[in-house]
C-alpha cells in the first residue's frame, strides 16, 4: 500500500512538471485567436501571390505543435495539403534557427538543390504522418486541431517559415504559412511574426542581416548560396521592402 502511495505521489510530481512546462511555452507564444486574427487581417493586404486564403501553425521551441489556424471561413477554404506543409515550415525554421542566428526555410531553398552544401537536409527529420492525419477532421484548424500537443517533424524548403524571437532575444519556436506561392508564403509569414511581435531577430544571412527571402538566383547558381528562385516580380519587390515597411524589432541590451 506504502509503495503504492509512493508510485501514485511521483506519477502526481512529474505530471505537475510537465503541465508547468507546456504552460511556459504556452505562456510565450501567442493563442490561436491571436494568430487566427492577424493572418485573417495580411491575408487580404497585397503579398504578391494570388491572394488565397491561408494556414498558419505555430510550434514551441521542442517542435511541439501549438496552434493551427486558417484564415478561410471553413477548412476547405484553403488548399487541404497546405495544412501540413505550414506545420513542416514552422519545424523547419525552428530546428534550423538558434538563439544567435535565425534561418527561414526561404533561406534552405538553393542550398538543399543538387550540388549544394546541403542536399539531402530536405529528407532528413520526416513528416510524423500518424500526428499528420490522425483525429477528427471537423477540428482541423480549431482550438483542439489534432496535431496540437505534438511533434509533427518534416523539412520544407522554400518560402513560408520563419523563428520566433521575443524581446528578450530568446527563441520561443517558429511560425510556418502556407497556402499560396512560396513567395506570397514568406511575405505572409513575415507580416505576421511582426505583428505578433515575436520579431526579435538577432541576425540571419540576408543583406540586411535578418531572415528575409534572397532573390539572388542567376541560372541555377545563388550568389549568396542562400537565395530563392522568384515566384513574381510583385512578390519580389514585396520582400524587398519589408525590413523598411515591417522591420525587425531591436533586442534589449543585456
Sequence with gaps: MKKNKTIL???IVMLFSA????????DDLPT???IKEALK??????NGGFGL????????RDGVVKAVVFSGNDRGDQWPGSRII???KANTANAFSLPGLALSTANLFSVTQPLGSLFGLQHSNPVNTEVAYRGPSENIGMLNDPMVG??????????GGLALYDNSGKILGAVGVSGDSSCADHNIAWKLRHELKLDYVPKGVSPTQDDNIIYDITGYTSVSGWGHSECSPEAAEIAKKLPKTHPVRTRKKK
Design 86 to 88: 505550414s506545420a513542416q
Design 32 to 34: 490561436h485567436t491571436e
Design 9 to 11: 505521489a511521483i506519477f
Design 150 to 159: 505534438y511533434k509533427i517533424g518534416g523539412v520544407n524548403v522554400f518560402g
Design 41 to 46: 487581417s495580411i491575408v487580404g493586404e497585397t
Design 19 to 26: 503541465m508547468l512546462s507546456l504552460q511556459s511555452f504556452a
Design 53 to 60: 486564403n491561408m494556414w498558419a501553425t505555430v510550434v514551441d
